[in-house]
Structure formats: structure tokens, C-alpha cells
């Protein structure tokens, strides 16, 4: 049996009973305001009805982390995928994520937060071809597309934040990070810090990835035990969560990424600067080919000009990196004479493919057979 939507299309029996408990018109059968626990919503409440209604009637809520609801928003038929998260971050591409076509893909975080006092939070969405509405206490405060910062004040106390996401492309890439509010440094600044604060001794390390491949965007950095300070200088181009494992004390951490919201956990370092726009190199050496008659690298530079270009900027020298496109778990390996000499002589070659690629790239016809 079937009946029209409001849109005149034929809907069946169940489908027609999820669209009105959506809706709230069978809101009898939710739990009461004295039925709720502490960690429960009052659906009920606020200016905008969120998604919750839908994806979380019953209102739990837990004690630490998010709950996440996933789902097709093409087929709500099938049933959503339901779990407890530690971050509110999901990665993947085209339909690897229980099968979820990433263009369709839609999904809902709950948790909440807890301040003694009232305290301005920062909250930074980091999205791709998609959009994002992010609910405090039922009080829309984010809806829109694009990567965002904005700041939020909130009451001493326990709040409820809910976030809802749609993806309108073939990978799905979204993170929302909460946390205090941190200000994005400059080059120079940067520079003028580490040369009047950083050890003579400090070893910098230098990690160049473009995304992490993780599903909640995070990576596990290394780093070996050397007896000395550490500077290190994370660079990205999609927000990451760093895990970093160093026994050594950290003096500083560079996080460079062009979207906003990578975060560190794992060590405690004396000064953190965040980067829009630093030093990015992800391959020990340019990679190059000939085309149509054109010669084209596809990197900015390689690993020795890297160090170099640190060098001026920090005055340290670089004592080990990490590059990769993709990673979930890395560990730095030291930049020492071996790796010198393999950039230099992929360098050598990279110049004898560009004189071949130009002496052919548009002969004399009284030449092309010589």
C-alpha cells in the first residue's frame, strides 16, 4: 500500500511512519522531559529542530566522545550505522566506508561539552565539496559550506553540541575540531621565535604529508630517541590529527596545513605555532617526465632544497623527516650523507631528461632522422 508525500511521489507505509516521527507528529511516543537523563536531548526544545529527532530519538548522549550516526541519504531505507567516536572526523574514499556511496554519504555527531566557567571555544570545520550545520543547545551556530573558524562563548556548565554533514562528492573528507582558541602565526614570527628560543643543540625534524589516511584523520608520528631538544615542523595540506610518541623535550611545533583544525596530542611542547601558508615538501626529490614536447615536475622542490629553505628561516639544521602523500602512522629517519646523495643524483638525471625532452620537443625536419 502507498500514499503520496507532500510532493505528490508515492511513499510506503513504513517510510511514511519514519518521514512523520521526523516530523514530531508522533511525538507521544518520545520519551518525557522527566523521562530524559542528564545525558539525554530535549528534541523538543530550541529554535531548530536537528536531526536528532531522526537519527537519535531515544536522546542518549555519551559520557566522553560523540555519538555518530552514518547514512545513505539517497536510500533511508537502509539502516544507519551507529557508533561512539573519540573526534567528530570522517575520511574515505568513494564507497569504502560500509558501503556508503561518498556522494551520498550524510552523517550525525552528538556529545557534549563540559566548562567550569564561561569560556570562548573555537570551533573549525574542514570540509571539502559539502556542507555542515553545527547546533550548540539546539542554537544553530555554523550552517554553510567551505572550511570555517569562528568562535563560540559558552556558560559554565554542560552543553550539547550536534553536528550534521552531507557530502556531494566522490571522497568524503570532514572534521570538526573544538578546542581552545589559538590564533595562526606568521612565517616571520615563527622564524624570529625559534632563532632566539631554540637550543644551539635542537634537532629539527620535518614531516610532509598531503592527507592522513585514516578514517578519523589521524597519524601516529615516531620519533627515535636522540638525548637532544626536538623542533618539529608538520606540514599538510588536509587537517590531521598528530599522535606524536618522543621521549626527548619538545621545544617547539610548527603545524602547517592549509586546512584549518590539525591538533596535537601526545606531548606537551614549550610553544606551538600554527601555519597557514609554510615550507611544504611531500617527495625526498621532483618527479618529473617529458610530455608533448614539454618537460613538467610535478613537485615544488625536493628534499635538499627543503633543507636549505629551513635553514634560512629557523637556523637550525634538519636532522630527520618524514614525507609521504598518504599515512596514518610515521617515523622520522635521519637526513644524513646517503639521502644527499640520492636526491643529488635524481637530480642529475631529472636534468638530463629536461635536455633530451628539449632537444626533441621541436625538430628541424632536415634533422629527424639524424
Known amino acids: 500500500m502507498y500514499v503520496e508525500n507532500y510532493m ?4 510506503s507505509i513504513p517510510r511514511m ?5 521526523a516530523l514530531g507528529l508522533f511525538a507521544g511516543t518520545a520519551p518525557s522531559k522527566a523521562e530524559r537523563s542528564a545525558g539525554e536531548i530535549d528534541i523538543s526544545s ?5 536531526w536528532a529527532a531522526r537519527l537519535n530519538p531515544s536522546g542518549q548522549i555519551p559520557e566522553e566522545g560523540f555519538k555518530a550516526v552514518y547514512f545513505d541519504r539517497k536510500n533511508l531505507d537502509r539502516n544507519p550505522i551507529t557508533e561512539t567516536v573519540a573526534s567528530i572526523a570522517i575520511k574515505y574514499p568513494w564507497a569504502e566506508f560500509h558501503g556508503i556511496d561518498s556522494r551520498n554519504f550524510a552523517g550525525y555527531w552528538v556529545g557534549h561539552l563540559n566548562v567550569d566557567q564561561v569560556t570562548t571555544k573555537q570551533f573549525t570545520v574542514s570540509q571539502s565539496w559539502a556542507k555542515a550545520r553545527i547546533l550548540v543547545d539546539g542554537e544553530v551556530v555554523f550552517e554553510g559550506g567551505g572550511n570555517k573558524n569562528f568562535t563560540h562563548e559558552l556558560t559554565a556548565g ?30 616571520d614570527e615563527v622564524s624570529s621565535y625559534l632563532r632566539e628560543n631554540a637550543s644551539e643543540n635542537a634537532r629539527m625534524h620535518y614531516v610532509g604529508i598531503y592527507e592522513s589516511r585514516s578514517s578519523d584523520t589521524r597519524v601516529n608520528l615516531s620519533v627515535p630517541r636522540s638525548g637532544e631538544p626536538l623542533v618539529l615542523w608538520l606540514s599538510t595540506y588536509e587537517a590531521v590529527d598528530w599522535n606524536i610518541s618522543a621521549l626527548d623535550e619538545v621545544e617547539a611545533v610548527v603545524v602547517s596545513s592549509y586546512a584549518p583544525g590539525s591538533r596535537l596530542s601526545g606531548i606537551s611542547p614549550d610553544q606551538i605555532f600554527h601555519l597557514r601558508n609554510g615550507p611544504a615538501q611531500r617527495t625526498e626529490a621532483r618527479r618529473c617526465n617529458c610530455s608533448g614536447g614539454a618537460f613538467h615536475c610535478e613537485d615544488r622542490s625536493d628534499l635538499i632544497a627543503l633543507a636549505n629553505e629551513l635553514k ?3 637556523s637550525l639544521a634538519l636532522a630527520g623527516y618524514a614525507m609521504q602523500y598518504a599515512a596514518s602512522d610515521l617515523t622520522i629517519a635521519p637526513f644524513d650523507d646517503n639521502v644527499r646523495q640520492r636526491v643529488v643524483a635524481i637530480r642529475n638525471r631529472n636534468d638530463e631528461a629536461r635536455r633530451a625532452c628539449l632537444a626533441h620537443s621541436n625538430p628541424n625536419f632536415d634533422n629527424v632522422f639524424r
Not at 511512519?17 to 516521527?21: G, M, P, R, S, Y
Not at 530550541?46 to 536537528?50: E, H, L
Open 17 to 21: 511512519i519514519l518521514f512523520f516521527v
Open 312 to 314: 634560512r628561516t629557523t
Open 158 to 187: 554542560r552543553h550539547t553540541v550536534e553536528v550534521e554533514y552531507t557530502n556531494n562528492w566522490h571522497t568524503t573528507e570532514f572534521k570538526v575540531t573544538i578546542g581552545d582558541v589559538t590564533r595562526e602565526s606568521s612565517l
Open 8 to 11: 505528490g511521489r508515492p511513499m
Open 46 to 50: 530550541g529554535p531548530t529542530r536537528s
